[in-house]
């Protein structure tokens, strides 16, 4: 058994020879970007590789550089991310870009600096500190959290387990090799955590760690990371009014620049709230007075809720009240230009075909 062999230097000979291509990676032997890695890491935040890597290379297109990000619009900003979700990491990204590049310009290279940025939480800036600048940091995702418990075998579960489980990550990286290449250390724990040791089937056969894995020698690799059962997600409900001019433009409104869906371009819409309300509540709180018929439900899962609305569809003349502000008519066509989410283009799509 290759127990000898630190870990750190089974995952680097592995990734020497197997890491994925990635647009934000340095090739090996050239200096990363720090920007790139700043970059991809908000945007892999929750979401998936695959998905990220249009959204970066559209960002690299037209910012190519921090800076040119601080000076963009947040509308512009906004509507780029479209379609990516949790829309409070592009405000978060546009603001931390504009403070950077009021300081000195340059990324920090101290991780108290970083978490002092808005959006840069622990992992992110352990993130950027490893890959960006090869310090010897272990960013501690979900992936670094399965690929930790099963090597330990760690057998309580998650969540109340995290600390125990970052702790050990931290331990990884111990010896000289990763600590000279902590950026490729902390991009091969990724690699192995992503195509090796997925989440189920993971494929121990051709890990470099089988040998000195105690899940895989126990063959518990199945069953870690051990998760405590989720309460059930509760569901909200809400009403949305579709409404259409004669130039088939829609009409559509800012949300509130905090909590879900922040600062995107909503239907007219009520608050949310455990039960629906009637149409006529809906109407006074959104202040687009007229007739309405119904036309759908349409279901949304987000992370810790579920929701359902019922689609309404004007058929009469509008009449606006002094509640309705911030309005904006906007063309179908054009929906892609403006920060509208995923959820609002589902319902602009299911009235549209009605
Ligand atoms: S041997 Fe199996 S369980 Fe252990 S780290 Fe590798 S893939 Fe994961």
Redesign the pocket.
Known sequence: MSTQIPYATLILRWYDRHQRILPWRAKTGTIPNPYYVLLSEIMLQQTQVATVIPYFNKFIENFPTLNDLAEASLEKVMAMWTGLGYYSRARNLHRCAQEVAKQSGEIPKDYQALKALPGIGDYTAAAILSIGYNQPYVAVDGNVER?TA??FAIQEPLPMIKPTLAALAKTLNEGREAQERAGDFAQALFD?GAT??KPKN???LI?P??EV?K??LEKI?DILPIRQRKAEKPTKYGISLFIENDKNQILLRKRPEKGVLAGTLELPSSIWSEQYISIEQAIKETGCLGQYQEIGEIKHVFTHFTLKVKLFKLVSDLKLTQVAQDNMWIHSDELNHYPCSTLMKKMIAYSTKI
């Open positions: 690929v099963r090597l192995i090796i040791c993971p494929s121990c890990c760690l089988s894995c899940a895989s690799a």
